[in-house]
Nanobody, 121 residues
Framework: HVQLVESGGGSVQAGGSLRLSCDTS????????MGWFRQAPGKEREGVAA??????NWQYADFVKGRFTISREGPTIYLQMNNLEPDDTAVYYC?????????????????WGHGTQVTVS
């Protein structure tokens, strides 16, 4: 059984930074990858970034390239978010997936955290 707990969300002004954390427990290393998703009000959930289980590969959505960085240290997954924009306002979720090629598609994710709110004004 896998458990994911996100933290680090908050309210910041445009141009600011936040670092999200996802504390994991259970067998996350057998999953192909770990990723961050987000869902803004009235919008569908979308993939933000993913890191492979071996921590050797990363993937990013075009809208965060150059601003966000995903990393993994032991059982914790991080999402460093810099130069935040109002359009980044959303609930951010950590998830596992067994499909590296479909990392950004929510329906291919297995386990989800409960999310952490990020608000950029």
């Amino acid at each position: 059984h896998v458990q994911l707990v996100e933290s680090g969300g908050g309210s910041v002004q445009a141009g600011g930074s936040l670092r999200l954390s996802c504390d994991t427990s259970g067998d996350t290393y057998s999953r192909t990858c770990m990723g961050w998703f987000r869902q803004a009000p009235g919008k569908e959930r979308e993939g933000v970034a993913a890191v492979s289980s071996g921590n050797f590969n990363w993937q990013y959505a075009d809208f965060v390239k150059g601003r966000f960085t995903i990393s993994r240290e032991g059982p914790t997954i991080y999402l460093q978010m810099n130069n935040l924009e109002p359009d980044d306002t959303a609930v951010y979720y950590c998830a596992t997936s067994t499909h590296w090629g479909k990392w950004s598609i929510p329906s291919f994710a297995e386990y989800w955290g409960h999310g952490t709110q990020v608000t950029v004004s």
